[in-house]
């Protein structure tokens, strides 16, 4: 008499029919995780890139870019020097933001493009004292990037975080 379960799989390829398995086991499952794990990777390689920096004790490069750090002074500027403002919104917390300052910002090209063609304003949207101006520009996202005429007028809006980007 055979007392073994006839539910019971002899082999553990037997275990699952190959196609109740679903995407996520097997030889395809693999290639799904490693394509998920990827893809997370991607969308937050700043954060990762930030993580690392702060490990090795990387220190921010220097900034050569002469930011403002109020509108109205800004404003005033472009009037005079009939430039548009090149308003930052970041944060001191915010990856994408830190890898601006660390990759984009101290670029020769990019320091050079911004001090020629635009007067800089920084607006760090944690800073009580620019909420007005946040909620004036309807920020949702940083890092937001705004090109204003002298009038303060939103000529274009930009959400870039390389250099490439920047000088297009």
């Known amino acids: ?40 990777a991607l969308l937050q390689w700043p954060a990762i890139k930030e993580l690392y920096y702060q490990v090795s004790g990387t220190e921010f490069p220097e900034q050569t ?6 509108l109205a002074s800004a404003l005033t500027l472009a009037s005079t020097q009939e430039k548009p403002v090149l308003a930052v919104f970041g944060a001191t917390w ?26 800089p304003l920084y607006v760090d949207v944690d800073d009580q004292s620019q909420a007005e101006l946040v909620s004036r520009y309807g920020v949702q996202g940083i890092p937001t990037i705004l090109l204003l005429d002298s009038q303060g007028k939103v000529l274009q809006e930009r959400n870039v975080m390389s250099v490439s980007e920047t000088l297009s």
């Open 94 to 119: 915010c990856p994408p933001c830190r890898t601006m300052k660390r990759e984009v910002w101290p670029d020769p090209q990019v320091s050079a493009a911004v001090e020629a063609g635009f007067v």
């Open 1 to 40: 008499m055979n007392t073994e379960s006839t539910n019971t799989p002899k082999t553990e390829s037997d275990a699952v029919p190959p196609d109740q398995c679903g995407p996520t086991c097997g030889r395809s499952g693999r290639w799904f995780w490693l394509f998920a794990i990827l893809f997370i």
């Open 65 to 70: 870019i002469p930011w403002k750090h109020d």
